[in-house]
């Protein structure tokens, strides 16, 4: 009964989004107040039966209805709780599910805190947001229904992807789809001002904390995965370049552009049709991402079993909502005009030049991500494209797009002069330069490219200090709280989200100039020596689990040359009898300057194991810093100017009239 | 005019991407074309796993439709697939023989009692020398082999259900044929 109240749940949720699009687009063509004003009670309605069907879908997970042939595939009455939840999401039908869920939250967020825009842009925003949605509910209704039931019902499931059974599946994919779909949003301001002609500063400044909000979600999202990676795969690698990182990765790229890009439009009424452009992109990348996921035109660890009716669907629905705005935005852009000109060094500048940079480096992933198609579907063969292509291209494209960044918020808008930007930033570059020249000595091996990389982040840090300082010195407060306090939140974010990418650069720096890794064979009793600590192989033991045995090896850790033990590591082998599989659980001791790994490879004779054991100095700061990078947005976000950017709600000419009585 | 292209160029980019995304579901990126097919298979000698004073050279299967199956005790994959394999040798479907890979002799003959032996006889390749002359890289990995000793196929990884129903038996049909 609940499956099938959560498929017709998911049917009435088409028929609202379609009349979301109808409604709102007839009322904003035709000026129709009343039926601009129902797309938001629509809007609000999709979101409640979209939930529904969601819930009814997490009800068959959580109760084990092996009689729905989507949980009967994916979980297992032993399986624990939380991941009978999360498996909700662990296949293709589920997982599209979420995203339809989080399209339907967004579309209600905008419905909910849209009342300060203009009655026809908000109409014409949540038309977008409505035909998006409707295309996702159709596509799972007609080529993915989680729902289908399995009769005679199956006697147990077939168990998760045991990859998958862990904390991170709980987290990872809603928070990678939040920012995913965040961009919706944005999107939809992009083609409703392109609609209207309208595309001004008040637009950016609508659209901006939508932006920025989803931009968070996917970093966090996308730290998640890497950190998953980390720790699950036992390889102790962060980051594979694979298509499905990459996918997400685009999308990030396209959004931090877009961030830039938005705040010269809002402040100097520049870049407007390549914000739009951004705009449309950023969300276009998510579409793509998900059909190169779900069609499997491209080899990954993520890919689920394919159906090629999902690709062409994907792909027809590619066309109509990427091309259609693409086509839209050829025809209107030309009208939206161009901004105030602004000299070669400025902060517009400086923007642009961030902006070039960002959109290189995402078509040179694109390139290297998409690649073995191109050929493949030339007949020139098959290839894979792998970490060195894109270490080669991203970083040397990276590195002047930092660099600038800690210049760009210390020039001034419209004209900024060198000597004078020299003059504020010698001291920041001095230090920075000194302490990347000493730093590695500390660290333990001079290399070039360690200070060069360690430069880099300290310089995004200097300048950031000197910046401060110099706002402090200038502002006319007389307290040093009330000088602190007067800088507004959106700047602290902005130097937050760039001290976030400091961080980033020092724990990337530092792990790939220092790491060490060991892959032995290990007997009970014998040590080994990494980067200053002994391990002592203490031999396995046989433990259960709820769905799975494992073995556990020990592992005593001490300081090398010290007898005592600092830490017990527990890395396990698991084998998950319904699945048949193994998996391989590395054990970590996180720490703040470095982590210590250890993996079990294969058993090799007479209790003796294949033993991979990794010295990480400072990995955890590449995810520490992508989270203060999503902190420094969230507090730009809770700027009080987009809290009170609330327009009166009588029309213009009836509150001028007011004004003048 | 020029304006009004230079605002295309999305466009135009988005429209060749589609393209090839189009011909791109037609075509399977799993599908690694291996060298080897259509080459003779390298030839070896071995001894054999169950009887370390015989050997075992692909010459001896001339003038049959055969499958080199390679396979370890420590591999796991293995497992999945060997159910079909006792399936497909309880069935006399074609003959199959095992190339034990860099494995220990006993390891492999008690995994063999434990889960069946679909083999006609396994070479055992303690070195995985021979693994390399036949570029292996993933086991299990299963060459079909024509009458003439030429490399016709080569699954990689398990065998599936599907790829036995759909290529690797009708295959052997026609090089019987």
Known sequence: MIPELGHFALVVALALATAQAVLSFTGAATGRMALMATSRSIAIGQFLFVAGAFAALAYSFVTSDFSVLNVAEHSNSRLPAHYRFAATWGSHEGSMLLWTLMLAGWTFAVALFSRHLPERLAARVLGVMGLVSAGFILFILLTSNPFERLIPAAEEGRDLNPLLQDPGMVVHPPMLYMGYVGFSVVFAFAIAALLEGRLDAAWARWSRPWTTAAWCFLTVGIMMGSAWAYYELGWGGWWFWDPVENASFMPWLAGTALIHSLAVTEKRGTFRSWTVLLAIVAFSLSLVGTFLVRSGVLTSVHAFATDPRRGIFILLFLVVVVGGSLALFAWRAPRVGLGSAFSPVSRESFLLANNVLLAVALAAVMLGTLYPLFLDALHLGKISVGPPYFDAVFVPLMAPAVFLMAIGPVASWKRARLPDLWVRLRWAFGVAVAAALVLPFVLGRWSPLVAFGLWLGLWVVTSSVAQLAQRLRTAPQATLGAKLRAQSLSWYGMTLAHLGVAVFIFGVTVVKGYETERDLRMAPGQHTRIGGYDFEFKGTREVPGPNYTAVEGTFDVRHAGSAQVIRTLHPQKRTYPVAGQTMTEAAIDWGITRDLYVSLGEPVDGGAWGVRVYHKPFVDWIWGGCVVMALGGFLALSDRRYRFARAPSVPAGAAARAAAR | ?177
């Open chain 2, 1 to 177: 005019m020029m304006r009004a292209l230079k605002f295309g160029i999305p466009l135009l980019v988005f429209a060749a991407l589609v393209a090839f995304f189009a011909v791109g579901l037609t075509r399977d990126p799993r599908e690694v074309p291996s060298p080897f097919i259509g080459k003779p298979a390298p030839a070896f000698t071995l001894t054999q796993l169950g009887a370390p004073e015989r050997v075992f050279t692909p010459e001896e299967m001339r003038g049959k439709v055969w499958l080199l199956n390679v396979w370890a005790s420590w591999c796991v994959s293995c497992r999945v697939e060997h159910p079909l394999l006792v399936d497909m040798s309880r069935k006399r479907l074609v003959p199959i023989v095992g190339l034990d890979y860099k494995d220990k002799r006993d390891d492999g003959l008690q995994w063999l009692a434990k889960h069946g032996d679909p083999y006609q006889l396994s070479a055992y390749d303690d070195e995985g020398k021979v693994g390399i002359d036949y570029g292996v890289y993933g086991v299990p990995e299963t060459f079909v082999i024509d009458k003439q000793g030429i490399i016709r196929y080569k699954q990689i990884g398990p065998i599936t259900q599907e790829a036995l129903e759909k290529t690797i038996l009708p295959l052997v049909k026609k090089l019987d044929g």
